[in-house]
């Protein structure tokens, strides 16, 4: 049966999402490429790439005739997609929901009052849901569609304007449904005061996030609402259906409580409280399930014609976000740089970074508008440059900094922070460090430090200059430390509220010393001004000052401003990525298999948002990929890929595969001398000195394939760990399919149409029955990357996969790996049919186990499953099952016996 493969493109045009759909040329092919275009390189910029019908001229940007004129231009978001199911409910069906438009069944079922199958009735374009009570729902899922990936959408009304008494929920869509405990669904509230509210649920597990509030007021109009699920994130959106869809989405939650494929459906509901005429009739309309192919952006609408001019086109090629990163050059600033004004946000009142370059002759605001400090003297800009967390700072050598205020209104607290460093030998005389002025009584407020007794005291200065507070606290050990201060001022009553201290930039996050007091009978007022060594002390020589800063209302930031600090030294791969994507606005979509699943990173360096990307890909070994559902980034965790179920099995046997499909038996991914190095580092190297992919030369081994991996790891002990599972990595005795390509238009039909349509990058392939191409061991691939070509509504699917067996990682307590042999041979030649095998074991701690059969084992490339294993000590006999994989030959005493899936450990 020839599968019809319906391709939807839309555009960002206008403010809404147009559909262009009957704008594509069918006689050019829609081709999507992602993830890998070999196995082992980072991942490329998806693309994708089709020709427009432009003899209109809506896409051409220059163009005033054309409907998008002005709105149409560079970086125009695309996304493609696949329709799996449609129905518009063209039909009257009584009890039951019949057969959608494009053939699939539904089920019906739902909690409250008894379900009656003339619950679900189909008559005059709608499907209907009614529920006869409150506290009580119903449902419909359609039985033969069932995706992990997938995009979800209907129209829903309800049959009241007003609602009463307590909330309705209509067009609750339902994603990877497993079950009538076990289900994703859009939780879609219309409350009695006609707000419309959108959140995520688990159907047992209760609410995944905070129910968002929309702009929506329901006034009995069609709503529509859509749902996605990708990878672990979920997202969902609604608008009236009246109007265009926007871009952005409503709601988007992690969460990895069902990870399977599953069914979809729509659920409505009547809460607790109600009061509207039961029972509650629920319409819902053009329901459509689509496979997200692509998400992406154009950046060009090229304009070409054939010679006669009367067919005019345009041949795009979108392509996903990591096109535009990869473009930039510059840098991210510093993480102090970048960071404190994210801390502090609009109450930040003053700050200067401190990152001059050498010739500066003033120390610029961090703020733009507001003035620089005014420097008297000669600092050494640029001169310090022992912070990770920071471009180099100066050297004050004795100078003074003056810096001032924009007015401001203070409310709650002032709070100062700045970096200061003290060399070894201290100073043998009482340096104040720095003055902040205040509108308050406690006008002029300065802290000091004396290395002779390890000292800092906290001064406090009338208008008249006299002094209203001095306190010296002892135990403040700054000779040779690199140390972030804090000095707070909070009113409280008559009296100020003070804190005082410092964090280490050496210690575990939290504050090394802090002092709390009160400063009785004086208030404290706005900073007019700051000022870096007030008395132009020579003493203040060999010293740093850096990112000096005034916030207001500010209350105690916590450990944020340390890992600031520290460059966010130890934090985890995954973590640093949603980050850095959150404060660059980037979605991110990610796979973990568990929290806390990726490696502690190193410190935060001065790169590009993508070279740091990149740096935690590299270091944790996951794979940075695009979203297909968003224009954005997704990442898979190293663990995420260990032992993983397969997400599509192909059978040789079957006419799964296309031609050509062969195996490669070649050196592309070999390396069997690794050395992994720590930016700024260690290192450490692990080599395979025997055996067949070794170091040493034929027929002992391959020869030296030698390569040096860059890591930015939290710790130097680490490295040869990372080495080793690089070497794992590097030495797969296997061959590579680097090229597996499927008819989508295949005999097998939909059920496999669609597990193509739901792998994504580094899912798991498993190919059966490969010995027509002579090849007899397991199959078993990652999919490194993808490309798909449609044309006049045909479709062929290609897999660039590599090997998984480095990732078929052991877990305890499991029977599915287990430990090989390194010392047994079998004690006898073996005719084709013989079934009791003798196997003599050199070591006794690699003898076989008599109680954990069956498993496999491997002769001479033949695998047999073992059934029994006779005798405690060598030699011992296994009765076996010839020839499992289809290799019928006899073997001589002496070959080596191994298990076929033998123990892997993971990094």
């Known amino acids: 049966m020839s599968i019809r493969h319906d391709i939807r493109t839309r555009m960002f045009l206008g403010g809404q999402w147009e559909d262009v759909t009957?704008?594509?040329?069918?006689?050019?092919?829609?081709?999507?490429?992602?993830?890998?275009?070999?196995?082992?390189?980072?991942?490329?910029?998806?693309?994708?790439?089709?020709?427009?019908?432009?003899?209109?001229?809506?896409?051409?940007?220059?163009?005033?005739?054309?409907?998008?004129?002005?709105?149409?231009?560079?970086?125009?978001?695309?996304?493609?997609?696949?329709?799996?199911?449609?129905?518009?409910?063209?039909?009257?069906?009584?009890?039951?929901?019949?057969?959608?438009?494009?053939?699939?069944?539904?089920?019906?079922?739902?909690?409250?009052?008894?379900?009656?199958?003339?619950?679900?009735?189909?008559?005059?374009?709608?499907?209907?849901?009614?529920?006869?009570?409150?506290?009580?729902?119903?449902?419909?899922?359609?039985?033969?569609?069932?995706?992990?990936?997938v995009d979800v959408q209907t129209d829903v009304i309800l049959p009241v304007v007003n609602v009463l008494g307590a909330q309705l929920e209509p067009g609750n869509l339902i994603l990877r449904y497993q079950s009538f405990t076990d289900y994703y669904m859009v939780r879609l509230v219309v409350t009695a005061a006609e707000a419309v509210t959108i959140t995520f649920h688990h159907v047992t597990g209760g609410e995944l996030i905070t129910p968002v509030t929309t702009t929506l007021t329901h006034t009995g109009q069609t709503l529509r609402v859509r749902a996605q699920a990708e990878g672990q994130t979920l997202r969902a959106k609604v608008w009236n259906a009246s109007d265009g869809e926007p871009l952005d989405w409503d709601v988007t939650v992690h969460d990895d409580t069902i990870t399977e494929a599953g069914a979809v459906g729509v659920r409505c509901g009547v809460a607790a409280g109600n009061t509207n005429p039961l029972p509650i009739v629920f319409s819902i309309d053009n329901f459509t399930v689509m496979s997200p192919r692509f998400a992406g952006e154009v950046s060009n609408f090229p304009t070409d014609s054939d010679v006669s001019n009367e067919d005019r086109y345009s041949a795009i090629e979108a392509a996903?976000?990591?096109?535009?990163?990869?473009?930039?050059?510059?840098?991210?600033?510093?993480?102090?740089?970048?960071?404190i004004p994210d801390v502090a946000g609009t109450n930040l009142k003053a700050y200067w970074p401190c990152e001059d370059g050498k010739t500066a002759t003033s120390v610029a605001s961090g703020i733009p508008g507001y003035p620089?400090?005014?420097?008297?003297?000669?600092?050494?800009?640029?001169?310090?440059?022992?912070?990770?967390?920071?471009?180099?700072?100066?050297?004050?050598?004795?100078?003074?900094?003056?810096?001032?205020?924009?007015?401001?209104?203070l409310s709650g607290a002032l709070d100062?922070?700045?970096?200061?460093?003290?060399?070894?030998?201290?100073?043998?005389?009482n340096v104040r460090l720095i003055e902040i002025e205040t509108m308050g009584s406690a006008h002029r407020i300065s802290l000091s430090y004396n290395s002779a007794g390890d000292t800092a005291t906290l001064t406090v200065n009338g208008r008249d200059g006299s002094t209203l507070y001095d306190v010296t606290a002892v135990g403040f050990a700054m000779s040779g430390e690199k140390m972030f201060w804090y000095l707070r001022f909070s009113q409280n009553g008559a009296n100020i509220d003070a804190e005082w201290g410092y964090s280490a930039y050496d210690a575990l996050p939290g504050v090394s010393l802090g002092v709390t007091t009160t400063i009785n009978n004086q208030t404290v007022g706005?900073?007019?001004?700051?000022?870096?060594?007030?008395?132009?002390?020579?003493?203040?020589?060999?010293a740093t000052m850096g990112h000096i800063w005034v916030r207001n209302n500010g209350g105690p930031l916590g450990v944020t401003i340390t890992d600031l600090f520290q460059a966010y030294r130890g934090e985890r791969a995954l973590d640093r990525m949603i980050r850095l994507c959150e404060a660059n606005g980037i979605p991110l979509t990610y796979v973990e298999s568990e929290a806390d699943d990726t490696t502690e990173m190193g410190t935060q360096r001065v790169e590009t948002l993508l070279e740091q990307l990149r740096e935690c890909e590299s270091t944790d070994g996951g794979t940075l990929f695009e979203s297909r559902g968003v224009l954005g980034l997704t990442y898979r965790t190293r663990r995420s890929l260990y032992s993983q179920a397969a997400a599509l099995t192909l059978d040789v046997a079957n006419n799964d595969l296309a031609h050509p499909f062969r195996p490669v038996e070649d050196d592309t991914n070999t390396v069997n001398d690794v050395e992994a190095k720590n930016i700024n580092g260690s290192s450490a190297r692990e080599e395979l000195s025997t055996g067949r992919m070794s170091v040493q030369d034929y027929p002992d081994g391959v020869g030296r394939y030698d390569s040096r991996f860059d890591l930015n790891v939290y710790r130097d002990v680490e490295l040869r760990d990372h080495a080793s599972w690089r070497l794992s990595k590097g030495t797969v005795d296997e061959?590579?399919?680097?090229?597996?390509?499927?008819?989508?238009?295949?005999?097998?039909?939909?059920?496999?149409k669609n597990a193509l349509l739901d792998l994504d990058i580094d899912d798991k392939v498993v190919i059966e029955n490969t010995s027509a191409v002579g090849v007899y061991d397991p199959v078993s691939q990652l999919a490194r990357g993808t490309s798909e070509s449609f044309v006049n509504h045909r479709g062929m699917f290609n897999v660039t996969a590599a090997p998984a067996s480095p990732y078929e990682i052991a877990v305890l307590d499991s029977s599915e790996y287990v430990l090989d042999s390194g010392s047994s041979t079998i004690n006898e030649d073996l005719t084709t049919t013989e079934t009791d095998v003798t196997v003599v074991t050199t070591y006794a701690q690699d003898l076989w186990t008599t109680t954990e059969e069956p498993f496999d084992i491997v002769i001479g490339g033949e695998i047999m499953t073992v059934t029994?294993?006779?005798g405690s000590t060598s030699p011992q006999v296994y009765t076996v099952t010839r020839s499992v994989n289809g290799v019928v030959k006899t073997h001589s005493s002496g070959a080596e016996v191994h298990v076929l899936d033998s123990f892997r450990l993971g990094l």
């Open 320 to 339: 996903g976000i990591l096109r535009r990163l990869g473009q930039g050059t510059s840098p991210l600033r510093s993480t102090l740089r970048q960071g």
């Open 526 to 542: 706005a900073a007019t001004r700051v000022t870096v060594n007030p008395f132009q002390s020579a003493t203040f020589d060999e």
């Open 372 to 409: 620089a400090m005014v420097v008297t003297g000669s600092p050494d800009f640029g001169e310090y440059d022992e912070f990770d967390s920071t471009e180099p700072l100066p050297l004050v050598r004795g100078s003074t900094w003056v810096g001032d205020i924009p007015e401001y209104t």
């Open 735 to 752: 061959a590579r399919w680097p090229d597996v390509r499927v008819d989508l238009d295949s005999p097998q039909g939909a059920a496999l």
């Open 868 to 870: 029994a294993v006779t």
């Open 416 to 429: 100062v922070r700045f970096i200061v460093t003290v060399p070894d030998a201290g100073w043998g005389e």
């Open 22 to 149: 009957d704008k594509v040329y069918q006689r050019s092919a829609i081709e999507i490429e992602r993830g890998r275009s070999d196995e082992e390189s980072v991942t490329n910029p998806q693309t994708c790439s089709l020709t427009l019908d432009n003899r209109s001229g809506d896409f051409s940007m220059r163009n005033p005739m054309g409907q998008w004129y002005g709105s149409i231009g560079r970086n125009v978001p695309m996304e493609v997609r696949s329709v799996i199911a449609e129905d518009t409910f063209d039909r009257t069906v009584a009890s039951g929901f019949g057969t959608s438009d494009s053939g699939q069944t539904y089920s019906g079922n739902g909690f409250g009052g008894t379900v009656q199958a003339s619950d679900f009735n189909v008559a005059s374009g709608l499907g209907t849901l009614s529920v006869p009570t409150t506290s009580a729902y119903r449902y419909v899922v359609m039985d033969d569609v069932s995706f992990r990936n």
